[in-house]
């Protein structure tokens, strides 16, 4: 099966780990993918740069050609507007990494404590505490089918036998119970305003 050109891979694996894209890709792919990966972050790291300066660091740091880096260079810029739309997944891959050197370099320093700090935040920023049935995927989830019923057995609960003859049953009783209520209609009270004083109070009856 033939592999992705190295514009989609790095696309979709740029922040992949070096282990995964190996067992992916062939050599010469993960290879290149690792260089532009490097020179991304050089450029992220240097916005103001020139294209001079990119093929100057290029090819010092990684030895290659002027033209591989100027195919490099072209590379990254085709992919940055779309890394740019999301952000997160490369300050993620740069955090792991600030933590990875900071860690290094307390580790030379015999810094035991900056040492323990830096491997205790990589472990919670990567959820290495979380049981793996609780770190699965949203997308993994699978729904679980529901299917309608008026069957209560299903909730442990004993079911009515002829429940629908017994509901009809009770609407019939309870309606012959109903049909000698009349019903009365609304009347207004006969109440005449002026019988009452500013305090509600009934005034006294007047002998006429």
């Known amino acids: 099966m033939p592999y992705p050109k190295i514009t989609d891979i790095v696309l979709t694996d740029l922040f992949t780990e070096e282990k995964a894209l190996r067992e992916k890709f062939p ?7 690792l260089r532009i990966r490097s020179m991304y972050n050089w450029v992220m ?3 103001e740069a020139k294209d001079k300066e ?5 090819t010092s740091r990684h030895g290659i050609a002027k033209t591989i880096a ?4 072209r590379i990254i810029k085709s992919i940055i507007p779309n890394l740019t739309q999301n952000t997160r997944q490369y300050h993620l891959w740069k955090y792991n990494e600030m933590i990875l050197e900071t860690y290094q ?8 404590k900056t040492m323990e700090r830096a491997a205790t935040s990589y472990a919670k920023f990567n959820n290495v505490n979380v049981e793996d049935e609780q770190s699965v995927p949203y997308d993994m989830i699978v729904v679980q089918p529901f299917t309608a019923t008026q069957d209560p057995s299903v909730l442990g609960i004993k079911p009515i036998p002829n429940i629908d003859e017994k509901i009809k049953q009770l609407i019939d009783k309870y309606r012959a119970e109903s049909i000698d209520i009349d019903d009365i209609e609304f009347e ?7 019988d009452f004083d500013v305090d509600g109070d009934a ?3 007047r002998i006429i």
Do not use: G, H, W
């Open 45 to 47: 790291s240097n916005p």
């Open 188 to 194: 207004e009270a006969d109440i005449i305003p002026e």
């Open 203 to 205: 005034e006294d009856e």
């Open 27 to 33: 050599q010469v792919a993960v290879d290149r993918l």
């Open 105 to 112: 370099m307390a580790k030379k320093r015999k810094d035991t």
């Open 54 to 58: 990119f093929i100057d660091m290029a």
């Open 70 to 73: 100027y195919d490099d260079l």
